[in-house]
Structures are given as C-alpha cells and as structure tokens.
Nanobody, 130 residues
C-alpha cells in the first residue's frame, strides 16, 4: 500500500511558477512498476490527467494544455515526486492531486482516466490570478 501527501500549492499571478511535491510512503508492490503523477480538478470539471510517468521505462504522458510548461521529476532517495509548473495561466487554477497505480509491464502505457488510478493524495489548491 502506497500513501501520497502533496504540498506546495498556493496563489500566484499569471506567468508565475510553482513547484508541487508529492511525498510517497508505504510498501509498494515490488512485482509491479507504477504510473505515478499528477491530476487536477477545476470547479465543475472532470478530474484530468496533467502529467504522469511510468516508473519502469520513464515514459511521460501529459495533457496538451501543459506541454512545454509543466514538468515532472522524482527524487528517488527522498521518495518524492515533483511537478514544476511554469508560465501559469488562470486556466490552471484547480486542486492538484498526486496519484499512483501499479502497472505490470514496461510496454504498457499509463492510463489517462482518473478512475483507473487507485491511490490518491489529499490534493493541494493552486490558484492563478490574472
């Protein structure tokens, strides 16, 4: 069982940057790789994938709206995942969630739908003002 805790949200003006952190703890299943990354949910909207990485092959999967602006990284020694968000826009305002799901094979893609992830953090609010 993996436990995720996000931090680093806040308020920023458009064009600014924020870095979110996701601290992972617990006992991951060593028979699986993991898809590990970030989702977000704005008021009245579906939870959407922001950027997720496959821990086995390093492949990344990101939404078109954040490509070139948001970047995912991890510090394995600290068991921490990061989301660097640059050139923020008011449309990026949402609650950001860290999520994980075990994945069996290297050649499998990470799921796009939030319903396919089984472990979630509590979320952290990001507000971008114009």
């Amino acid at each position: 069982q993996v436990h995720l805790v996000e931090s680093g949200g806040g308020s920023v003006q458009a064009g600014g940057s924020l870095r979110l952190s996701c601290a992972a703890s617990g006992n991951p299943d060593t028979n699986y790789y993991y898809c590990l990354g970030w989702f977000r949910q704005a008021p009245g909207k579906e939870r959407e994938r922001v950027i997720v990485m496959h821990t086995g092959n390093g492949n990344e999967y990101s939404g078109d709206s954040v490509k070139g602006r948001f970047f995912i990284s991890q510090d394995k020694a600290k068991n921490t995942l990061y989301l660097q968000m640059n050139t923020l826009e008011p449309e990026d305002t949402a609650i950001y969630y860290c999520a994980a799901v075990p994945i069996k094979y290297l050649h499998h893609s990470c799921p796009r739908l939030h319903s396919e992830y089984d472990t979630w953090g509590q979320g952290t609010q990001v507000t971008v003002s114009s």
